[in-house]
T-cell receptor, first 117, second 111 residues
Framework: AQTVTQSQPEMSVQEAETVTLSCTYD???????LFWYKQPPSRQMILVIR??????QNATENRFSVNFQKAAKSFSLKISDSQLGDAAMYFC??????????????FGKGTKLTVNP | DGGITQSPKYLFRKEGQNVTLSCEQN?????MYWYRQDPGQGLRLIYY???????QKGDIAEGYSVSREKKESFPLTVTSAQKNPTAFYLC??????????FGPGTRLLVL
């Protein structure tokens, strides 16, 4: 079974600085998708960024970028120019590829990010 | 506005009572999902539906039931067979069955 591990239960960063959140996963599949979701205090899960495993280029969305290391099964999230609104729980998630059958997202346990003014 | 709505925001259940959580989307997405989140945990899949009148069990379907009579709606019933229903419930939908977009959630508490 696929598993997702987030080894940092909590992280903190100064406003305007850069922070990297770690995620590793375990799978025997070659085709899959990886996601980072943000859950602010409102508790709604908000998609931050998505990466397809077949793409070598790391995904980027404005201040958010990933470092996808397929061989190492690592998928870290870098937040640049951190803002107070970035404070939230961040979840890494895995989904098998389109031929994989199961629709589910497998989530890590999350990293709580605090942004200090 | 297009999006996913869940109601109610808070729901209280008495012992032995069935309760139904609503999930509606106007995004024209075919696939819809129900997840449960417990404190300090990620989300776990309860049920999902790829198309109207069809749905599949997820990892923790026991004690729950769903229906998918309309494309826009995917209600979840928490039955009396679910012995530990206190949790945060999130509904999601997907246009491509790859990326899932979530609603605001319902918190269920047992009286």
């Amino acid at each position: 079974a696929q598993t997702v591990t987030q080894s940092q239960p909590e992280m903190s960063v100064q406003e305007a600085e850069t922070v990297t959140l770690s995620c590793t996963y375990d799978t025997s599949e070659s085709d899959y998708y990886l996601f980072w979701y943000k859950q602010p205090p409102s508790r709604q899960m908000i998609l931050v960024i998505r990466q397809e495993a077949y793409k070598q280029q790391n995904a980027t969305e404005n201040r958010f970028s990933v470092n996808f290391q397929k061989a190492a099964k690592s998928f870290s999230l870098k937040i640049s120019d951190s803002q107070l609104g970035d404070a939230a729980m961040y979840f890494c998630a895995y989904r098998r590829g389109p031929q994989g059958g199961s629709e589910k997202l497998v989530f890590g346990k999350g990293t709580k990010l605090t942004v200090n003014p | 506005d297009g999006g996913i709505t869940q109601s109610p925001k808070y729901l209280f259940r008495k012992e032995g009572q069935n309760v139904t959580l609503s999930c509606e989307q106007n995004l024209n997405h075919d696939a819809m999902y129900w997840y449960r989140q417990d404190p300090g945990q990620g989300l776990r899949l309860i049920y999902y539906s790829q198309i109207v009148n069809d749905f599949q069990k997820g990892d923790i379907a026991e004690g729950y039931s769903v229906s998918r009579e309309k494309k826009e709606s995917f209600p979840l019933t928490v039955t009396s067979a679910q012995k530990n229903p206190t949790a945060f419930y999130l509904c999601a939908s997907s246009i491509d069955r790859k990326t899932q977009y979530f609603g605001p959630g319902t918190r269920l508490l047992v009286l």
